[in-house]
């Protein structure tokens, strides 16, 4: 069995963000890589999106960028102008194909589809893949979307909906997602934070159709892409160990209280090829403590008071909306988090939480 330096399992989104910083930094000139991945073809099965809040390498994979954001409930909708940190969305399919076209240049880095082809022992192991049982009982972010055509000019493509809270909420939380990529084309969600439990939430299809044809008033549209998923809003325990790092989600580089994971994903990586070196850093590397502990009162918060939750988003981003963003994205000040604390309504209900 051959022998690798380093072993990636898992080669979706944070396997691979590892790999492309490993060849560009030049790691990969002198050691030997084995991605252990089990798709058979790399497409789009994703569109990551997040506020640009710092350059990255991967303006060519985007498919739009927008400077304005909505947020709706069922009373009001605020729009929000973002142009000093506008939110962008990335095709999956274009980051897979930039990211393998770069590795196939080099000879000392070799894809293999389950992790026994290879020898272990004395590899740094990259794991990407879960290995926990799915805790239908804590919270999740579940959804699906469908990216639609039409044939007339419908969407405004200069704003996309953050949230549309005008729908079912079935005493959990639910809105609709918009991402109008041009007048005719637009990814449209819906999307809950509720646990897995009870088949309720799951009639994806039904929720579309009614949200696109009463809300949206779009009679009749083409489906040209699909995408599910569920990320889990809680924390799993790290497993870290001298020889074996997780990364990814699995990695618990999620924003428990948005589900927003990628550009953690980036920083992390960059961040192991500039401590290989140091595996204490490696092993306890995780999002600062303070977005832990104010993610583990907002999910005390939802659980307890979901009704509030529409409210407390609407609010949210009313004011300070740049400082919101910096804190949703992990790069927050002290002064962006007061601003935040003071923007965030109900606050009587999360200090209640505090003492939960
Ligand atoms: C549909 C969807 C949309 C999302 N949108 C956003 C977004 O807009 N913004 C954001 O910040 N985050 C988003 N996320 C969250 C997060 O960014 C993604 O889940 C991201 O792909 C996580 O990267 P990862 O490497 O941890 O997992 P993955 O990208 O899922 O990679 C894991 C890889 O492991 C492979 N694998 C599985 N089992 C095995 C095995 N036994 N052996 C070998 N390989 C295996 C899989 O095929 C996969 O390629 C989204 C998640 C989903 C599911």
């Known amino acids: 069995m051959k022998e690798f330096n380093f072993i990636i399992n898992g080669g979706g989104c944070s396997g691979l963000s590892l790999a492309y910083e490993m060849e560009k930094k030049g790691i990969l000139d002198k050691k030997k890589l084995a991605i252990i991945e089990v798709r058979k073809n790399y497409i789009r099965d994703k569109t990551w999106s997040f506020w640009k809040i710092n350059d990255h390498d991967f303006n060519d994979c985007v498919i739009k960028t927008w400077n304005t954001l909505t947020i709706s409930t069922k009373e009001k909708s605020n729009h929000i102008c973002i142009k000093d940190q506008p939110y962008q969305s990335v095709d999956s399919g274009l980051f897979y194909k930039k990211i393998n076209e770069k590795l196939s240049k080099n000879k000392n880095v070799r894809f293999f589809k389950n992790i026994d082809e290879v020898d272990k022992r004395n590899s740094i192991i ?12 804590e919270i999740w972010q ?3 979307g469908i990216e639609i055509e039409t044939e007339k000019n419908i969407f405004d493509d200069r704003k996309l909906i953050l949230m549309d809270f005008n729908c079912d909420q079935k005493n959990s939380v639910h809105f609709f997602y918009v991402l109008p990529f041009s007048p005719k084309r637009a990814l449209i969600e819906t999307t809950w934070l509720s646990n897995l439990s009870g088949d309720s939430f799951f009639d994806y299809d039904i929720q579309l159709e009614k949200y696109i044809k ?6 009749t549209y083409k489906i040209k892409h699909t995408e599910v998923g569920k990320i889990p809003l809680y924390l799993t325990s790290s497993n870290n160990k001298e020889n074996f ?9 999620t924003r428990l209280s948005t589900g927003y994971t990628f550009l953690n994903i980036l920083e992390h990586s960059k961040f192991i090829c500039n401590n290989l070196h140091d595996k204490k850093k490696l092993i306890n590397y995780k999002q600062k403590n303070k977005y832990i502990f104010f993610d583990k009162i907002f999910l005390k918060v939802l659980k307890n008071h979901s009704e509030l939750m529409p409210d407390i988003f609407l609010n949210l981003f009313q004011s300070n909306s740049d400082s919101v963003i910096k804190f949703l ?13 003071l923007n965030t309504k109900h606050k009587i209900k999360f200090l209640n939480s505090l003492t939960l």
């Open 142 to 144: 579940h959804f699906k």
């Open 214 to 219: 009463s809300n949206l008033q779009i009679k």
């Open 329 to 341: 994205s992990n790069k927050s000040n002290f002064i962006d988090d007061i601003k935040v604390i």
């Open 126 to 137: 990259f794991n990407s893949v879960p290995r926990e049982k799915i805790n239908k009982d």
């Open 245 to 253: 790092i997780n990364i990814g989600s699995v990695g618990g580089m």
